[in-house]
Structures are given as structure tokens and as C-alpha cells.
């Protein structure tokens, strides 16, 4: 079953721009974690929470059974907070 996507076709997951965004994104935020994890005054200091937009479909977020429209990422990382799944 291929999975439907919540972005327009220029963003789609797997389009050149989309991915193109994602590595860079991607660079931006390995940069920030070796900042934090190789200074001192920041280390054991600092908690860093990184979200996003539900997405939706197109300018439709409507539909209440569209996980699209109610799907939100949520990551917090610091030294206080253990991973739990």
C-alpha cells in the first residue's frame, strides 16, 4: 500500500526539493547538537525541542480522520530526558 503524502507535489517526501531541504535542515541541526555537546558552558545545560507543522492536505486540514491534519513531530532532547517509546 504506498502511502499518501501531506504535501504539495514541489514538497512531496522524495521530490529534489523536498529532500534538498531535509539534508540541509538535517546539517543545520548536527551543528547546533556538536555546539551543544562540545561546549562546556553548554553541556548538561541546555534543552533543545524541535517540533513542526501538522502538514494537512493542500489548504484542506478538515478532515478530522486525516492523520495529516493531526500529526505533529515532537522531540526533546537534554540531559534530563531519557528516551521512551
Partial sequence: MR???CRTR???GGSPA???ASLA???YLGSIFNIVDT???LRDKTVIIL???HGGNGKNHSTAT???NYTIPFFVWG???QQKL
Fill in 66 to 68: 486525516d492523520p495529516c
Fill in 51 to 53: 517540533t513542526a507543522d
Fill in 25 to 27: 535542515v538535517d546539517g
Fill in 39 to 41: 561546549a562546556a558552558a
Fill in 18 to 20: 523536498y529532500n534538498a
Fill in 10 to 12: 514541489r514538497w512531496m
Fill in 3 to 5: 502511502r499518501r503524502h
Fill in 79 to 81: 540531559p534530563k530526558y
